[in-house]
């Protein structure tokens, strides 16, 4: 066969996310939409704010000789501009345009860091469970994924990350809130974990670095306060996407912001820039940057908020969350993003997902996060797909009860 070993494995192993969106459009040209209960994928459903369509409107109306042609590697000055200012306003870090690359949303701004980061043969420390795609980006770059447990609440267990830090590894990987548990890291604990990098960093004489993946940081809930990794500890990058917080997943823009304090800021900036080019990004869409630009400069005039309508989010979660509590479903509410991550009743995973999927509920394996043992629930859907498919919820838990 001519294509390589690896990307065979890959192909092999695929995305369970993917394969099961997949299988729910295949489901709903059988049985019809209303049939079918697709909890796969972190679509959101909630639409864009009113004002950023317009804004997008009014960028793609422009007859500005330039609106179609290439932008700066690192993004478009006043995007960059923009987003800093926001950032330094809401975190409390003294962030500038230039500490500012604007990515093909977060998963290419994480394909930039480790670019940038990683040597041959490094380790990438994510916390169990933790958003699957991380060990594909580690790889592209000649890094390893390797894993520490969280404790039962998915709260970060820092005695279990000491241990797993080792001389290899350089970067530290969080999410918070947490795909696919929900899980927002207090601020305490972010300066604990901040401390601990610092000692492993001098221990090992290199700087390893926190990354923050944070596409969900708007999407929090009961006026729980989603603190900043960026701010607790030097050596720290976030990564963000606008496919949450503005609903525009299929239009990849987000951005890299790295601490001011980092070690080797130079290099690191001009590493992040030069590889969003070699790594085939050239530069985020730019009819994007220019309409988020807008709406992000509106709302630091004064305003609409640049965000869509969390409490639509929070609604899903209570409803879906009473509807299986009182189904005896187990699981820890989140407290942001849009999914729910419940144990899996039964010692048979695969037994149960197939009770699910007898009744035409599409979940993704916990598996697939390595959390065995658990199913994850992707809330971003109509209302009336989260109610239709408690019937059949409640008819799983029944035959699992019986096989208990």
């Known amino acids: 066969m001519a294509i390589s070993r690896k990307m065979r494995a890959f192909v092999d192993s695929g995305s369970m996310i993917r394969r099961m969106f997949e299988e729910g459009a295949r489901l709903k040209a059988l049985y019809g939409a209303d049939k079918v209960f697709d909890f796969s994928i972190g679509n959101p459903n909630v639409p864009p704010p ?7 409107m009014e960028a793609a109306a422009s007859e500005a000789p330039d609106r179609h042609s290439y932008l700066p590697n690192a993004g478009l000055p006043a ?11 809401e975190q409390g870090v003294p962030v500038e345009a230039r500490h500012i690359v604007v990515s093909c949303g977060a998963a290419g701004g994480l394909n930039i860091v480790f670019k940038a980061i ?4 490094d380790e990438v420390l994510a916390m169990v469970p933790y958003f699957l795609e ?4 580690a790889d592209n770059h000649g890094g390893a994924l390797k894993t520490a447990p969280t404790a039962p609440d998915f709260s970060l267990d820092l005695g279990a990350i000491e241990a797993a830090i080792g001389p290899k590894t350089k970067i ?6 947490n795909n696919p548990t929900g899980r927002i890291y207090p601020a305490e604990t972010l300066a604990a974990l901040g401390g601990l990098l610092a000692r492993k960093g001098e221990q090992y004489g290199h700087a390893i670095y926190l990354v923050s993946d944070e596409p969900y940081r708007k999407i929090a809930y009961d006026g729980v306060r989603v603190a900043s990794p960026l701010a607790s500890y030097a050596n720290s990058i976030a990564v963000t996407s606008y496919s949450k917080e503005l609903s525009l ?15 080797d800021l130079e290099y690191l900036l001009g590493a992040l820039s030069i590889a969003n080019r070699i790594l085939g990004f050239v530069n985020a869409p730019a009819l994007m940057q220019r309409a988020v630009a807008k709406v992000i400069q509106d709302e630091l005039a004064g305003g609409d908020a640049a965000c869509v309508d969390i409490g639509a989010y929070q609604r899903k979660r209570d409803l879906l969350s009473a509807g299986l509590a009182a189904l005896g479903y187990d699981f820890v509410l989140p407290e942001g993003a ?5 144990r899996i009743p039964i010692a048979d995973a695969e037994e149960f997902l197939g009770y699910l999927r007898e009744e035409n509920i599409l979940v993704v394996d916990g598996k697939g996060f390595g959390a065995p043992g658990y199913f994850r629930i992707a809330y971003c859907v109509e209302d009336a797909t989260i109610s239709g498919a408690m019937p059949g919820f409640a008819r799983a838990m029944e035959r699992a009860k019986k096989r208990q």
């Open 134 to 137: 991380y060990g594909f980006i």
């Open 249 to 263: 997943p299929g239009e990849r823009l987000g951005f890299v912001a790295v601490n001011p304090a980092a070690d």
């Open 338 to 342: 849009f999914y729910l991550f419940p």
């Open 50 to 56: 009113a004002h950023f369509r317009k804004a997008l």
């Open 172 to 177: 530290l990987i969080i999410d918070t809130p």
């Open 79 to 89: 995007a960059r501009a923009a987003i800093a200012a926001r950032l330094a306003r």
């Open 118 to 121: 990683l040597e041959p043969g």
